[in-house]
């Protein structure tokens, strides 16, 4: 692999962005003890992938509109039912999976389920860069408040913060990251770039800026280490960049923070 | 004490019900809250306390009664529960930077609550429940509120500690001119520092100050038959039948 090929090159601008917001999502949905959200949550975007494939238009396009779709259902059944999202999730994954999996191909669905550097075009490339820009600068406008419900929601009722839309804000960002991520690592693997990077992060950081940075610079360093074994050992990417990140968690594990 | 014509909060009629239940939590409440004042709420576990500071901030819908706070008033909240996740990397320093609009320095506001030089620096998952205590006080004054509204303040304080929070409420009370809304269990502390009492059991069974208004009829309808009071600064306790 060679960085001088204008596509290799965007492939990899775009994963750091990917990366970038990835990690930082993830470092939320650690903080607000969601970690199986992000997991659950990728699935249900695979019925839209496979309308895009069927239909040949951008997959990542279908797989966005049914993540939006699924996560103001979510929201929606959460405020009416108070069930937990995570409980409302589980129902939808499933369900989305079985869809999903009715629809696709199996060639296909194998490459949804684990990504894959290869098929990702220069304009889907620039599409995540762009989506995974505005994540990064949503997230750092309200980097605050976001913070706040998520580590004290208790403490909103005086701060004029509006805990339900801040909700929302949160579950529109994770599926924004989560459309993005998944041309990378699949479906099945997300929470590579998303939880392991953030985990990681919690397992050596003494403080919050530390916590968020490092939470950023391993998800880059999976991901943009995943495509490089993709690219140069014909290793599924998704594939490549779990075993990265799970080798970085492993090693945390035997840091002393304090 | 000089009282301004318009209070700060004032609840006339006040009655709150859960879904479709008749038996309400609250029931026709009402008091007043002026500057500088400090009004304790006090009654039994399950009487409604959390539930009326909850709803004067409006995260509880009324049934009935009005609330009426004062034009542009500025409040600060302290909740019954603030769990810290043991695992949280944030340092007080950070907890307090997520204050949306602060008043004061870091530094000021490590003075105003009396905290050890070291205290902005310590992780926020590390401190005692005293530190803890601290660093809620720091973050409900940041923004120089007009009134506090306090859910127990020293629960998950050691009884040492119970003391100087509440002598440190009192000071910044004076200091910073903020009234006070307090939930307390001490009966003791609502004789010392509270000008107004209201004595909370679904039904509002008593308020005006403290010392005329909690009679022993009045803690004996409240908390029932027999009821032991300990007053932490006398150490006396307060038998009553």
Redesign the interface.
């Known amino acids: 692999m060679t960085f001088t090929d204008t596509n290799t090159l965007l492939l990899v601008v775009s994963g750091v962005c990917v990366a970038a917001a990835s990690g930082l999502i993830g470092s939320f949905l650690i903080l607000r003890r969601m970690t199986l959200l992000s997991d659950a949550l990728s699935h249900v975007a695979l019925p839209g992938i496979a309308l895009g494939v069927i239909f040949k238009f951008e997959p990542l396009v279908g797989g966005l509109l049914f993540l939006f779709l699924s996560i103001f259902l979510i929201w929606g059944i959460e405020h009416r039912t108070k069930l937990a999202i995570e409980s409302i999730t589980g129902v939808l994954f499933v369900t989305a999976l079985a869809v999903g999996s009715l629809l696709i191909e199996e060639h296909d669905l194998l490459e949804a389920f684990f990504g894959n550097v290869e098929t990702i075009s220069s304009a889907r490339a620039v599409i995540q860069t762009v989506l995974a820009i505005i994540v990064l600068v949503v997230t750092t406008l309200f980097f605050k408040r976001l913070v706040l419900v998520s580590v004290a929601p208790e403490l909103t009722l005086a701060e004029k913060i509006r805990p339900s839309r801040m909700e929302l804000l949160l579950l529109t960002l994770i599926a924004l990251t989560i459309s993005i991520g998944i041309s990378f690592v699949g479906v099945l693997l997300m929470s590579a770039l998303t939880i392991i990077p953030a985990a990681t992060a919690r397992n050596i950081s003494k403080n919050l800026k530390g916590y968020i940075s490092l939470s950023i610079i391993f998800a880059i360093i999976g991901l943009i280490g995943g495509i490089f074994i993709a690219k140069t050992y014909a290793i599924n990417s998704g594939v490549a960049t779990v075993l990265i990140s799970t080798s970085l968690f492993i090693v945390s594990l035997f840091w002393k923070r304090d | 004490m000089k009282k301004e014509k318009s209070p700060l909060l004032s609840v006339k009629d006040l009655s709150v019900s859960f879904g479709n239940s008749t038996i309400p939590v609250l029931k026709n409440i009402s008091f007043d809250v002026n500057t500088h004042e400090a009004l304790a709420i006090v009654g039994p576990n399950g009487s409604g306390k959390s539930v009326l500071l909850?709803t004067l901030?409006g995260?509880i819908p009324r049934s009935a009664g009005i609330i009426a706070w004062k034009e542009n008033i500025n409040?600060?909240?302290?909740?019954q529960?603030?769990q810290?996740?043991h695992?949280?990397?944030?340092?007080v320093k950070?907890?307090l930077?997520?204050?949306?609009l602060p008043r004061y320095s870091l530094q000021e506001i490590a003075e105003l609550v009396k905290a050890k030089t070291d205290w902005l620096g310590k992780?926020l998952a590390h401190l005692s429940g005293g530190e803890l205590q601290k660093t809620l006080l720091a973050?409900a004054i940041f923004d120089k509120?007009d009134i506090l509204?306090f859910d127990e303040p020293t629960e998950n304080v050691d009884v040492a500690n119970q003391e100087s929070i509440y002598a440190l409420l009192h000071q910044l009370q004076d200091t910073l001119g903020v009234a006070l809304v307090i939930v307390s269990h001490d009966i003791g502390i609502v004789y010392r520092y509270a000008d107004n009492v209201l004595c909370l059991n679904h039904d509002m069974l008593c308020y005006g100050n403290p010392k005329e208004t909690l009679t022993a009829k009045t803690l004996t309808d409240l908390y029932g038959t027999h009821t032991l009071i300990h007053d932490h600064q006398s150490h006396k306790n307060y038998d009553i039948h």
């Open positions: 909850k901030l995260a409040i600060g909240y302290l909740p529960r603030f810290v996740d695992y949280l990397p944030m340092t950070e907890f930077s997520l204050k949306q992780n973050w509120p509204l």
